[in-house]
């Protein structure tokens, strides 16, 4: 008797979860997984949009170097000749403005870079005088991205 009132206790403890503590442990998950996805594409897209100003860096110093070697912004053969010339990353493409050493880096379309941040521009200008410069060569950066997706020194939409 002892034995079978134990065993009762036993099936009645190991029974399982109701329908309801199921329905409400989906329910949890659901709201979670709505507020991280949008999260996560935030975060991958201002990662995608920081491989943009690193395909920029070596772009920016060399015609930096150029500009204060040579008292003015590479022409067009210069550029050609590989002073600031082009370059690709896997989300993003830059180039120089002759004459003018402005780099314009474009966002790739959807699919390859974020739906958000797809065609959208990021443009740095360097200083407009180059005569009696002194201390740095600062950059001003725009870009017609959200802020959302830029780092703190560049002004956007």
């Known amino acids: 008797m002892k034995n079978q009132m134990m065993k009762t206790q036993m099936q ?7 329908l309801i503590e199921l329905m409400i442990v989906v329910a949890i998950i659901g709201i979670l997984a709505a507020i991280a996805i949008p999260a996560y594409q935030d975060y991958i897209q201002r990662s ?6 690193s395909v920029s860096d070596g772009m920016k110093t060399a015609i930096a170097e150029f500009a204060q070697t040579n008292g003015a912004y590479p022409a067009a053969a210069d550029i050609a000749a590989g002073v600031g010339g082009p370059a690709a990353g896997t989300y993003s493409d830059a180039a120089t403005t002759a004459g003018t ?3 314009i880096v474009t966002m790739k379309a959807a699919g390859i870079a974020g739906a958000d941040v797809a065609t959208k521009i990021i443009t740095l ?16 950066c725009t870009s017609t991205a959200k802020q959302k997706y830029l780092p703190k020194s560049c002004t956007g939409t």
């Open 12 to 18: 009645k403890a190991q029974q399982g979860f109701t």
């Open 48 to 53: 995608q949009v920081a491989e943009a100003f």
């Open 101 to 103: 050493g402005v780099v």
């Open 125 to 140: 200008t360097p200083p407009a005088a180059l005569a009696g410069l002194t201390g740095s060569f600062t950059w001003v």
